[in-house]
């Protein structure tokens, strides 16, 4: 089977990482990348021997691109995801799909009219403790969902480096509420939030959220994430998952994630699940998401992450923000998908 000739748009931090599972997986043929700062893209370029463009428009002009893996700012989703679609490219697009659910429709309309294959990149359905706490979800192995409750905690080092450019709500909280949505099984429909703030208003950010939403099935799910606890925690990251049913429960405790390295300088918990290297390779959930990806592609099946529960996760979003201003519940008006 050829190759699916793919090209990177975004040659940012998480486009560094993209890059790499591009270069690696033997069924992409890593062709070009794209940033609107061009000198990012040649020299990430340079790096895989690809060729560098400054805009996804000349990128599509000159190559023959068969994907596209977009990992540009929150802010600029919509632009090249269009393009990409009008193009009839497929797109592999980073979360969250968009910045409003408003937005949001917008391209799930766009890929739909242009019958153009589209995945937002939600990692944690790639992440085999999440999978398989969704695959028994989903298999009814805990009968009707009545509750979820997803958290996730950050460092203040998050907060400290993007603070004020972009809300946590859509950097860290859309994975976790993405997933509450597909253990939740039914689409939201109100949301109510209170956003602490003692910590983080100095990075010009709240500290994080504490969120409860309804489901139109009668479930309801709970949210925390955070991202001001103190940098001397051992992990980055701390998350966690339990989904309540009418005939079980499940949890995922994503705290340290079975490592632990101890130097002169520091005791840790390293990565091992999103992106860790070893035997010269990069291994985890990053490589195991665009390679599925591209065998859907290639072999024509659907997606592991549907167009629903993102759109419905930046809708929760939007309500929350709402919710923040008015201090009351906001109504979540969900259609299609
Ligand atoms: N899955 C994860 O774990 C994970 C982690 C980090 C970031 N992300 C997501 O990835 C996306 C990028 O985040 P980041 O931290 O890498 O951002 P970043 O700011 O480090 O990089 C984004 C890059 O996109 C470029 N860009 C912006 N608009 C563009 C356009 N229209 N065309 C081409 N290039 C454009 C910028 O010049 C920049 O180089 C965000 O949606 C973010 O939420 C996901």
């Known amino acids: ?15 560094h990482v993209h890059a790499v599972v591009l270069h690696e997986n033997e069924k992409i043929d890593f062709a070009a990348i794209v940033d609107i700062n061009k000198e990012a893209a040649v020299e990430l370029a340079k790096e895989y ?15 023959e691109i068969d994907a596209f893996d977009i990992c540009v700012t929150e802010d600029f989703h919509v632009e090249p995801t269009l393009a990409a679609i009008r193009a009839g490219k497929a797109v592999l697009l980073e979360k969250p799909i968009a910045k409003t659910g408003k937005e949001a429709d917008e391209i799930a309309l766009a890929a739909r009219e242009h019958g153009t294959r589209i995945m937002i990149a939600h990692l944690l359905h ?13 298999k009814g192995e805990l009968g009707d969902v009545s509750s979820v409750y997803v958290k996730r905690c950050n460092t203040l080092s998050t907060c400290k480096r993007i603070g004020g450019k972009v809300s946590f709500m859509y950097y860290l909280g859309v994975h976790d509420i993405e997933l509450m949505c597909a253990y939740a099984g039914g689409r939201p429909v109100r949301a109510y939030a209170q956003f602490p703030n003692k910590i983080c208003g100095q990075y010009k950010d709240d500290d994080g959220i504490f969120a409860i939403v309804n489901f139109d099935n009668g479930a309801v799910g709970c949210f925390e994430i955070d991202w001001s606890y103190p940098e001397t925690m051992p992990m980055p990251v701390w998350s966690y998952a339990r989904v309540n049913g009418t005939k079980g429960s499940g949890t995922v405790e994503a705290g340290p994630q ?7 300088e520091a005791f840790s918990y390293p990565d091992t699940m999103l992106s860790p290297v070893y035997n010269g390779k990069m291994h985890g959930d990053m490589a195991l998401q665009i390679d599925h990806f591209v065998d859907s592609i290639r072999n024509g099946t659907e997606f592991e992450v549907n167009m629903q529960t993102p759109i419905d996760a930046v809708k929760i979003i939007d309500a929350c923000f709402e919710s923040q201003k008015t201090g009351l519940p906001v109504d979540i008006v969900c259609e299609g998908e």
Do not use: H, P, Q, W
Not at 126 to 138: A, E, M, N, P, Q
Not at 258 to 264: F, N, P
């Open 1 to 15: 089977m050829n190759k699916l000739k793919m090209a990177l748009v975004g040659a940012g931090v998480i486009g």
């Open 258 to 264: 079975g490592l632990t390295i101890a130097t002169e």
């Open 49 to 63: 021997g690809c060729r560098a463009y400054g805009s996804i428009e000349e990128c599509i002009e000159k190559e």
């Open 126 to 138: 790639f992440d085999s403790r999440y999978g398989v706490l969704l695959d028994t979800v989903k």
